[in-house]
């Protein structure tokens, strides 16, 4: 198990919905952006899903979650502007090749020397936007660095340093976040649409059930830090990746 990647100078990472970023690498970002890491988010589909109320209106649910999502990245140390929204429909997303198009223009765009994004190889994921969100980085990673892949496209092909995959059945690698556990805390409770069905707090002012959430993430890091002890670190809280750097 490796630990801790050399700070990079930027930084992209791709979650299928608003908050998938916060939950996967939230730390990660958090930790590199407060040593002048730049930080971009690109979030595939538009969160239209993310309600459980019948009756909300699509439009404005999606509205909600974008300004949530703009307010976690400035959590996490970017700017709320680095954030990109592809708009593609909450579970209908799909890795095809105009959906791999979009996001190597973005990638050749923004340049970044590390991209994170969802495991596609996870076993037993239901949701289909994550698995199809992990194809789509994989698949995008490979066009974005050759010439042949999109020639049109206007920007020079670019080649990440590194890929970090999140829900990984098969990690090889922490990113120490003992430091910025509570910046994560901070970006992930900024989707306050979310609270009933993802996060579990039916009542926001109720401190009790906040502070279980809150509870729960840091129990998660705990547990992610587990298997990056070393004779020369000891890692309290962490996040577990599958760590790619043949690019």
Excluded at 2 to 8: E, G, H, N, V
Aim: aromatic share 6%; proline share 6%.
């Amino acid at each position: 198990m490796s630990l801790d990647i050399r700070r990079p100078a930027r930084a992209l990472a791709v979650g299928a919905h608003p908050d998938d970023v916060e939950f996967g690498c939230g730390g990660t970002l958090a930790k590199w952006a407060g040593d002048g890491t730049t930080i971009m988010h690109v979030v595939c589909t538009d969160g239209s899903k993310g309600s459980w109320d019948p009756d909300e209106p699509v439009a404005e649910l999606v509205a909600t979650r974008q300004d949530e999502q703009r307010a976690a990245a400035r959590a996490l140390g970017g700017s709320g502007d680095d954030v990109v929204f592809l708009g593609y429909t909450d579970g209908e997303l799909q890795a095809g090749i105009d959906e791999r198009r979009e996001l190597v223009r973005w990638i050749r765009r923004l340049q970044p020397d590390v991209v994170l994004g969802h495991d596609p190889w996870r076993r037993y994921r239901l949701h289909p936007d994550h698995r199809q969100a992990g194809f789509l980085v994989t698949d995008a990673i490979v066009a974005a660095r050759d010439p042949h892949f999109f020639p049109d496209l206007g920007p020079a092909p670019h080649r990440p340093s590194a890929l970090l995959l999140w829900e990984a059945d098969e990690p090889n690698h922490t990113e120490d976040i003992t430091a910025s556990l509570e910046r994560k805390l901070r970006a992930l409770l900024a989707h306050r649409s979310q609270f009933r069905s993802t996060h579990h707090i039916d009542d926001p002012a109720d401190e009790a059930q906040v502070e279980r959430f809150r509870a729960r993430v840091a129990a998660r890091a705990a547990e992610h830090a587990v298997d990056a002890h070393r004779a020369d670190a000891r890692v309290e809280l962490g996040e577990r990746f599958r760590i790619i750097t043949e690019l």
